[in-house]
């Protein structure tokens, strides 16, 4: 288990899935060259691409936030015993995620917010388990955070595309809607400070509502940026946008910004689907950007 230090904040990775993306990487990554995989394969394999597979690995974790104030769990994976036709690396569940979230220190109880930077499936699991056949919420003392853009399009009964996509109806019913019920959401309009050092920001694209996190402590910067990348490919190539992103020209602008801000601001890169050492600082490079992977303290 991985932890980085920012300021006087600590942040660990709490991994639930690693594996092979369900798709070859030309259906992956939208405009993806696969002269720029051949290009970066020594530093790429084994962690973010298999060439024996021809898959990209990618994880499925959460970021566990630690501040004197606050302890915040951000984006909640796949879930357990979740019904999801149609999503073979989702689907019926049993990963010791909450074991984990232990061993990084953190019960279900002491989670005081949860966030997830936008509903789909694969970030909204954890939101809620099974108890006596009902989705109730995983956290019992968290105020779950949710911009309100994507809690609007992703509800199903608002919007009745959502329950078309494999990624979004099921999983607001079972794994968003519960946590509504209990009175635990708080839906956010625009940025939003949680307190003086962590802001949530819009940052749509990638889905209608998407936000990041922007954390600053003592002089340290990070983002965590949801699903604005998927894979480190992305930095070298941010004109490419995953298969998943829902407004591809926008993706593709939050992209770009959030790489800049990266660059400009020495902000330590968290995303939420990149391989080991899962952590990067982004430098400019012409006119896209690289990335140095930071590993974490293991413990
Ligand atoms: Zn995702």
New binding site residues.
């Given amino acids: 288990m991985a932890t980085w230090t920012i300021g006087a904040v600590n942040v660990t990775r709490v991994e639930e899935q690693i594996g092979f993306a369900s798709f070859p990487p030309e259906q992956y990554l939208a405009g993806f060259e696969r002269e720029l995989l051949q290009r970066h394969l020594p530093w790429l394999v084994p962690h973010h691409y298999s060439p024996e597979h021809d898959r990209l690995v990618t994880s499925v974790h959460s970021w566990l936030i630690r501040t004197d104030r606050h302890m915040i769990l951000l984006d909640c994976c796949g879930g357990n015993h979740k019904e999801r036709p149609g999503l073979a690396r989702f689907h019926q569940r049993d990963t010791p995620y909450l074991a984990r979230l232990r061993e990084a220190g953190a019960a279900p109880e002491d989670i005081d917010i949860v966030l997830c930077t936008h509903l789909?499936a694969?970030?909204v699991g954890w939101n809620t388990m099974l108890r006596d056949g009902r989705w109730i919420p995983t956290f019992p003392n968290a105020k779950y955070l949710f911009s309100r853009s994507e809690d609007e399009y992703g509800d199903p009964r608002r919007n009745p595309a959502a329950d078309a996509d494999p990624q979004r109806g099921c999983a607001y019913r079972d794994s968003v809607l519960p946590v509504i019920e209990a009175g635990q959401a708080v839906l956010l309009d625009g940025t939003h400070a949680i307190d003086d050092a962590m802001f949530v920001e819009p940052a749509p694209g990638h889905t209608p509502g998407h936000v990041i996190l922007k954390l600053q402590d003592r002089g340290e910067r990070a983002l965590f940026c949801g699903?604005a990348l998927?894979h480190p490919l992305q930095v070298y190539a941010p004109h490419w946008n995953s298969r998943?992103c829902e407004l591809p020209a926008q993706a593709l602008l939050t992209r770009r910004r959030v790489l800049e801000h990266c660059a400009e601001h020495s902000a330590l890169l968290f995303p939420?689907?990149f391989g080991a050492p899962h952590v990067g600082a982004i430098t400019r490079a012409g006119d896209t950007f690289s990335i140095r992977f930071v590993p974490g303290r293991e413990s």
Avoid: L
Wanted: aromatic share 12%; no cysteine.
């Fill in positions: 789909h694969d970030h699903d998927h998943f939420v689907h």
